[in-house]
């Protein structure tokens, strides 16, 4: 640990020296944690409290450093940037791929951020042949399935972590996370009617529809909302 504070001290006193930048250095405030019968000492276990003034301050004080330190390469950033851009068809779209009884896609268009997620009905049983996709045109009877343009408003991050389809194509789940803390709150849409169902499934890594789509399996245990037909939604309990 000493040689290692020493290159730290070190390079911060050059970035002092060299670009007249004070390093921003998180304080220590020594608390005593105990995980699987060891005991240590964690400095900065006051970090975890995003909500916290002092994390908010320091985390305000790296992003001004970093622009700083950073800022004698912003041409250099933008022409990397409009590089790699000019070579991205941005209006553009996926090969289809068949699930049960539709053909399911993704488009993209110009100036948008995120995908959009579509299908088509297949044609019948022996409809193996994808459709043809043109980017910009939609095809016959073709539905949007998630725009994640739509979903993220008035968001200032937004990921979907997962999403999954009943076989009969009605119900969709699926995830998001609108924090950036790589969980996410899972959500039961019916894709008939737009609506969602009140039953949610917070803080999760991942969640799935078992086959015939009347569970919901999570990595946190096992909740479940009856989605058959036109029923109401049924709560069961959570096993525990």
Known sequence: M?????????????????????VPEAKRVPKERTFHGDTFIDNYEWLRDKESQDVRDYVAAQNRYCEQR?????????????EFKSH???????????MDGYWYFTRTKQGEQYAVQCRVPIRGADDWDPPTVEAGVP??????????NAEAQGHDFFRVGGMDISKD????????????????DFRIRDLETGDELEERFEG???????????????????RVASIRGDAPPRRYPRDR
């Open 2 to 22: 000493e040689n290692t504070m020493n290159v730290k001290e070190a390079t911060n006193a050059h970035d002092e020296h060299q670009n007249g930048l004070a």
């Open 70 to 82: 950073m800022a004698p390469l912003a041409s250099l950033r933008k022409t990397l940037f409009d």
């Open 204 to 222: 999760i890594g991942g969640a799935c529809f078992t086959p015939d789509a009347q569970w919901v399996l999570c990595a946190v245990g096992r």
């Open 139 to 148: 095809l016959d009877g073709e539905q949007v399935v998630f725009d994640t």
């Open 88 to 98: 991205v068809q941005e209006t553009d779209m996926s090969v289809p791929t068949r």
């Open 169 to 184: 194509g009605r119900w969709m789940l699926y995830g998001a996370d609108t924090s950036g803390d790589e969980r996410y």
